[in-house]
């Protein structure tokens, strides 16, 4: 009987992440292997679509759980699937990221004395305001494999405690998927729907401390608006800062300016078009810190913090902190910058999921050498 493995999927970045390891485990014919979906994200074009586009197989396992607050969503996650561990019994689990899906799963996993292999392991903010590091340090101390994306990131396990024979430095599968795409993004028809064939900056918001506060979330509008007169902007918009820019009357403001394209969440394979070909991003998400360095493209990162150092040190990306009103000006001082000076971190070549499946292979199979 084949070892049976989880891959637990629920947000957008988890599908990046674990498409091209649920193919690299799979090409081993060495074990079953089941997609769990917790639902976290379940907007169509936050979750469905990419399973369409990256040629995903359905999930096995639904769980639909949908939005609500931190600990309910944890909570109930954490329930339906310790249930699904008692009736399935895998031989292992496998999460990705920082999100509620990954702590909750690894919980019931843990508790289970299921051993759990953790992609994109110690990344750090050194931030507990933000639920994302709490997430991040306490699956981490949960697991049984720590597969690291950055050299920093060994550091960051290794003072916490974590033994290093757990530790494995193995790349970035979410450029995996970057990498195997490529095509896919060059043939996209997204710029020329939205009448972006020229210079143009993209636009992505979604953390709490940007669009929860009132003020914040005025403050970062305004700097956007000063923004887009000096270069026209598309602004695919996450369904929670949409309803805070509802609740706050600015929806409609942002909605009327010609130079602001707003739409509605974008598809993997249309989103990474535009982003690869972007004069300059402004984000506060975690993953385009490191899918623009890898494009090579600059990005202003709207946080104080980032769990992402070597995206700053190597790659593209620039960290503002949320001094919004520095914004125009970090757009203006790029756009007269040519020299795009930056490096792709190592082991960002689209074999980490290769790296991941033969330690994996060893550890069910050890008697068999790669």
């Known amino acids: 009987m084949k070892p049976k493995i989880h891959l637990i999927v629920g947000a957008r970045p988890n599908y990046i992440k674990a498409n091209p390891v649920y193919y690299s485990l799979n090409q081993l014919n060495k074990f079953e292997i089941k997609l769990v979906n917790t639902g976290q994200h379940y907007d169509e074009n936050m979750s469905k679509i990419f399973i369409h586009e990256l040629g995903m197989k359905k999930p096995d396992i639904n769980l639909e ?68 590091e709490i997430n991040r340090v306490l699956t981490d101390k949960l697991s049984t494999f720590l597969f690291t994306t950055s050299p920093e990131a060994k550091e960051n396990l290794m003072n916490e405690g974590i033994a290093e024979k757990n530790i494995h430095f193995v790349g970035n599968t979410m450029i995996d998927s970057l990498i195997e795409f490529q095509n896919k993004f060059d043939k996209s028809e997204i710029r020329k729907e939205l009448n972006l064939e020229h210079d143009y900056a993209l636009i992505t918001m979604h953390r709490p401390s940007n669009v ?24 695919p918009i996450h369904p929670r800062t949409k309803k805070k820019l509802q609740s706050s009357k600015l929806y409609d403001e942002l909605n ?91 082991l960002w070549d689209g074999k980490s999921s290769d790296r991941i499946s033969k330690i994996i292979e060893s550890y069910f199979y050890p008697n068999i050498r790669n």
Request: proline content about 5%.
């Open 65 to 132: 759980v949908g939005s609500g607050s931190h600990g309910e969503q944890t909570g109930k996650i954490l329930s339906l699937y310790e249930k699904v561990l008692v009736e399935d019994q895998p031989n292992m689990i496998i999460v990705f990221g920082d999100v509620n899906s990954t702590i909750a799963c690894s919980l019931a996993a843990a508790k289970l004395g299921v051993p759990i292999g953790h992609v994109e392991s110690g990344l750090r903010s050194f931030d507990w305001n933000m639920p994302e």
């Open 212 to 235: 929860d506060n009132g003020k914040n979330l005025i403050k970062l509008i305004r700097s956007i608006q000063k923004s887009s007169e000096i270069i026209p902007c598309v602004f």
């Open 256 to 346: 009327n300016n010609k130079q602001i394209n707003l739409t509605d969440p974008i598809g993997y394979i249309d989103f990474m078009c535009l982003q690869k070909n972007a004069r300059i991003i402004m984000t506060d998400s975690g993953g385009i810190q490191e899918e623009s360095t890898f494009f090579g493209v600059p990005c202003i990162t709207v946080r104080e913090n980032t769990e992402r150092p070597i995206t700053v040190s190597l790659g593209t990306n620039k960290l503002i902190g949320t001094e919004y009103e520095r914004i125009p000006g970090e757009i203006t001082a790029e756009l007269k910058n040519n020299s795009n000076k930056h490096s792709i971190p190592s």
